[in-house]
């Protein structure tokens, strides 16, 4: 084999990557005698992916909601490793911060119209059957969606809105976290005394979600935004972007959820209790809480008619 000169500059690049590690080069060149080439099955892990559906039931249609919730999750992860490269660049280009917004964005409107698979998927008499088996269980377990929630905004933001004139950026985390919105759904306010569905949350994820609250207090999207140039905070392209994503987050992916729920769980008459015995409609419906993570972008009577 002719050794010509792009051949001889990719080897002096490879020897210059592992004399950088105090690797010796030839003995890496001798292991590429020997490694299998990569297939497509083995580089995405197919086996292992298409082989955590497990049903709790033998009903058909669960797996459409147990492989819908999975392909969620996935998209969760790929929104915060968008946020992750965004919000930990020290001072993000107007135009990275763009690139990386617009992507985020995508995905959350890949989520908000997925919701027809979700609504018109599967049947409610099977779906009503096999969400008994569920309980406590509840989607309001979605780690991940929480910590795009931290990522995306100020905690102020996020907090129950019956207490945010108690609570500022001196707040202690553990306070601040015990007044999070998402708390209506898993405390009785009157007894304080937190559900079995908020208690098991809690036990899993709240030294994860309290390491994560302080780590982007100062770095998410909405500071990272204010970092930009003034100039380029008025930009109409990216306002337009940055209000898009607050929109679809908290008013377009919650009543897509809401809409299929409402679906199912009131099919049937009776007492309508979500999977994980919430309030359901107070805390999904974005009219009640505001969740709004950049609320200097929208005007008084925006803010006050949201998700109306």
Request: glycine letters at 4%; hydrophobic letters at 35%; a negative charge.
């Amino acid at each position: 084999m002719e050794i010509t000169p792009q051949i001889q500059e990719q080897l002096n690049q490879l020897n210059d990557k592992f004399e950088g590690i105090n690797q010796n080069t030839s003995t890496h060149l001798e292991g590429l005698l020997w490694a299998k080439p990569i297939t497509y099955w083995d580089y995405i892990q197919t086996d292992a992916l298409l082989n955590i559906q497990t049903q709790r039931t033998t009903l058909p249609d669960e797996m459409v909601f147990i492989m819908y919730h999975q392909v969620n999750e996935l998209l969760f992860k790929m929104i915060l490793w968008e946020m992750g490269q965004l919000c930990h660049t020290e001072k993000p280009s107007t135009v990275f911060f763009t690139e990386k917004l617009g992507r985020i964005s995508r995905y959350f409107d890949m989520l908000t119209t997925s919701f027809d698979i979700m609504k018109d998927g599967m049947e409610p008499e099977q779906y009503l059957k096999f969400r008994n088996t569920l309980t406590p269980a509840s989607g309001f377990q979605s780690a991940q969606y929480r910590l795009i929630e931290f990522s995306s905004t100020d905690l102020i933001n996020l907090i129950d809105l019956r207490f945010r004139a108690t609570i500022d950026r001196n707040t202690p985390y553990e306070h601040a976290f015990e007044h999070l919105y998402w708390q209506a759904a898993g405390k009785d306010y009157h007894t304080g005394k937190k559900s079995y569905l908020l208690l098991e949350f809690e036990k899993r994820y709240k030294k994860q979600f309290l390491e994560y609250m302080e780590e982007y207090n100062t770095i998410n999207l909405l500071r990272k935004f204010k970092q930009l140039p003034e100039a380029d905070q008025k930009n109409p392209e990216l306002v337009a972007a940055m209000r898009h994503y607050d929109r679809t987050v908290n008013i377009t992916w919650v009543m897509g959820h809401f809409n299929a729920a409402k679906k199912y769980i009131e099919s049937v008459p009776g007492n309508h209790e979500a999977t994980g015995g919430s309030d359901w409609k107070k805390y999904m419906l974005p009219k009640y809480q505001k969740r709004i993570f950049f609320p200097e972008l929208w005007s008084e009577e925006e803010l006050e008619h949201w998700g109306e």
